[in-house]
């Protein structure tokens, strides 16, 4: 479906040269005449952008643009302005506008900021639906996600948060692992009940079986009173065991105990402890590898793994790089009371291309340095860490020296369209060029 413009220009001829301009890129293009008909016209709804003057009589610009951000809050408004008034259009940005542009109108630079705005725009957009949509059907609005495989993944929690059943966690660290299990606890009919966590790596194993399932009295050196293990507290409700894969071959003994008779004895005691708990444990390990090794028992892994849930690595759902950016941006600007109104598409699209090797957890702090960092409203490539920038051979290009100027153009833009994956619209992007000086060039190399 095409984006629907509206125009606000009191001018006849900027008005109607805006529309040939944007309707040859695309869109679908409306036209107001004053302030009061395009206010009119977009508290009708189904506008996706608008492009206004500043200075206009009955209702100016910048009066028309307060009326439509207070309705409409995701609605991209670009200022017209003339020399004289680039100060009103810097304080209307200020007020929620999301660029300008001076007269005379660059049509090419009108064009890619009007295609960056409807991008931006979309995918706050899609945030915010995705986002409602968690709330009212999942409850759990801190995963994020819309690739495929995060569907599934959702699917599971849905199905599988209401059961008894006990669940396997799988995934990379940093992937998501304990935000998944908390889902499937605040989802299930245990949700009022005690939620325990346990981190099994971060503990010794002298201290874990003690942490696990409690202690008497005097049973070791420095027991100097009697104390309720994790599974006692957790009682009636559930048990989160983070890398189960870490515990010992005579810890995995009890805990395969306390699944399959649900009792167990404190360290030291005699009398058997009954309880009623559902385990959720995560692992970035493949058991069956440790199975085969002897580290990891295999009737344990039976109990464990009723019901497995494999959480993708940040690099194989790129798709949910933007929502979680966006997510992520909001989150820390109100944290630290900075104004950052969204990312630019060339430092989302790097975003996306670098590998995250710790994953969603390395991403949200990225995100918080550069949120910190940054004295910009949008972040730009240039707030990026170097290292997420850095491009190996593939993504780079030599130019012969002694070349001339118009067929290195040509390899520079036949490059970026091959790297884009023929996307003329993110290649116009990245070459800062318009779509149409795009296609010009295309149609001379032979490519039109």
């Known amino acids: 479906m095409k984006a629907k413009l509206l125009i606000v220009d009191d001018e006849k001829h900027i008005r109607e040269g805006l529309e040939k301009a944007l309707t040859s890129d695309g869109y679908d293009v409306e036209l107001a005449s004053d302030g ?53 259009a810097v304080q209307a940005m200020r007020n929620g506008a999301y660029d300008y542009l001076t007269k005379p109108l660059n049509i090419d630079k009108l064009s890619l900021i009007v295609n ?14 995705l986002l409602n949509q968690l709330k009212k059907k999942y409850s759990f609005e801190n995963i994020i996600g819309k690739s495929a495989t995060m569907k599934k993944v959702f699917e599971t929690i849905e199905q599988v948060a209401p059961s008894r059943a006990n669940v396997l966690i799988y995934g990379e660290s940093g992937t998501g692992k304990e935000m998944i299990a908390d889902a ?48 006692e507290l957790a009682n009636t409700g559930t048990i989160f065991l983070d890398e189960i894969g870490e515990i010992s071959v005579q810890t995995q003994v009890k805990l395969l105990r306390v699944i399959q008779e649900r009792e167990f004895e404190r360290v ?16 970035n390990k ?21 019901v497995s849930i494999h959480v993708p690595p940040l690099r194989e759902r790129t798709d949910d790089i933007p929502l979680m950016v966006h997510k992520f941006i909001e989150e820390f600007a109100s944290e630290n009371n900075k104004e950052i109104e969204g990312i630019t598409n060339g430092a989302l ?34 707030d990026l860490p170097s290292y997420i920038l850095a491009k190996d051979e593939k993504s780079s290009i030599k130019i012969p020296a002694g070349i001339d100027l118009a067929e290195a153009e040509k390899r520079i833009i036949l490059f970026t369209l091959d790297n884009t994956g023929g996307n003329k619209t993110k290649a116009s992007e990245i070459l800062n060029i318009g779509r149409k000086t795009l296609h010009r060039k ?7």
Not at 286 to 306: A, M, P, T, W
Not at 354 to 368: A, F
Request: aromatic share 8%.
């Open 36 to 88: 009061k008909q395009g206010l009119e016209r977009i508290e009708e709804g189904d506008i996706d952008l608008v492009i206004t003057d500043l200075k206009m009589p009955s209702i100016s610009g910048e009066e028309l643009m307060k009326e439509a951000v207070d309705r409409f809050p995701y609605l991209p408004i670009i200022i017209l302005t003339g020399h004289g008034t680039i100060e009103n």
């Open 116 to 129: 960056r705005a409807l991008e931006n725009s979309s995918l706050k957009r899609q945030y915010r639906e």
């Open 184 to 231: 499937i606890h605040h989802n299930s009919p245990r949700r009022d009940k005690p939620y325990i966590k346990v981190h099994c790596a971060a503990l010794p194993e002298t201290l874990l079986e003690s942490e696990l399932f409690g202690h008497e009295k005097g049973s070791f050196t420095g027991a100097i009173a009697r104390k309720k293990g994790r599974f």
């Open 268 to 283: 030291g005691g005699e009398e058997p402890i009954k309880v009623d708990v559902r385990i959720i444990s995560a692992t």
């Open 286 to 306: 493949e058991l069956k590898e440790e199975i085969e090794k002897g580290s990891f028992r295999e009737d344990l892994y039976y109990r464990l793994d009723v």
């Open 349 to 382: 699209q790097a975003l996306m291309s670098y590998k995250w090797p710790g994953n969603v957890r390395e991403l949200r702090n990225v995100i918080e340095s550069i949120v910190v960092l940054t004295k910009s409203k949008v972040i730009n490539e240039q």
């Open 442 to 448: 295309l149609a001379e190399y032979g490519f039109g």
